[in-house]
């Protein structure tokens, strides 16, 4: 079964707004992280923020935030202020507490396309 | 830092060749892991190792043999590559097992 669903394969937005890009899991682990990362088309994979089960707040990283709705098993990334160099593919992938291996285990990812 | 590093970037490899690719961290990281990603199929966790000297399987190890000598390196080896081998493989690491991990920029692997 999937853990993650990104179902926004791809969107346009327009440069200074901002956008929503949705993720929901499913898990019955009570200890989870979830994360997102920007994949560029260079190819690399690239931290942007982490936020835990038990975090009381949403996480904020500049212009990242995660809009974490936990009854709802809801992670959506928030990029305000878009820029051109935002356009990339952007993946949520979730840690569960009592998976021995560690593993990420990642969504199938929402291409992103800033335009001017 | 220079953070998480892969060698080489690009390789072509003909069917049953073996070869290694390189993964180093300079960050004292603990755990590190190998990922591949495949069109479709999302990134496939290979091995992990959660400390030198200890390694372990993941969803995807078949073909594949990694060790850990030392807490900066973890190559990973393919030992007779195959088509189905083709993808781009990403090394990961975080200073413990359930902390944040960060990737290196991948390498390229295209199997003939």
């Known amino acids: 079964a999937q853990k993650i669903t990104q179902t926004q394969p791809g969107m346009f937005v327009q440069e200074k707004e901002a956008v929503t890009l949705d993720c929901t899991y499913d898990t019955s682990d009570p200890s989870y992280g979830l994360f997102w990362y920007k994949q560029p088309s260079s190819g690399e994979m690239i931290f942007l923020i982490y936020q835990g089960s038990y975090d009381q707040q949403n996480a904020t990283e500049g212009r990242y935030s995660l809009n974490f709705q936990k009854a709802r098993k809801s992670a959506n990334l928030v990029i305000s202020a878009s820029q051109l160099g935002d356009s990339a593919m952007y993946f949520c992938?979730?840690?569960?507490?009592?998976?021995?291996?560690?593993?990420?285990?990642f969504g199938a990812g929402t291409q992103v396309v800033v335009t001017p | 830092n220079a953070g998480v590093t892969q060698t080489p970037k690009f390789q072509v490899l003909k069917t049953g060749q073996s070869m290694t690719l390189q993964c180093a961290q300079d960050m004292n990281h603990e755990y590190m892991s190998w990922y591949r990603q495949d069109p479709g199929m999302g990134l496939r966790l290979i091995h992990y190792s959660v400390g030198a000297g200890i390694t372990d399987q993941g969803e995807v190890p078949n073909g594949y043999n990694v060790s850990r000598s030392t807490t900066e390196d973890f190559p990973l080896r393919l030992l007779s590559a195959a088509p189905s081998q083709t993808s781009v493989y990403f090394c990961?690491?975080?200073?413990?097992?359930?902390?944040?991990?960060?990737f290196g920029p991948g390498t390229r692997l295209l199997v003939l």
């Open positions: 990961a690491s975080s200073y413990r097992i359930f902390e944040t991990q960060y």
């Open positions: 992938a979730m840690r569960e507490g009592t998976d021995s291996w560690g593993k990420l285990q």
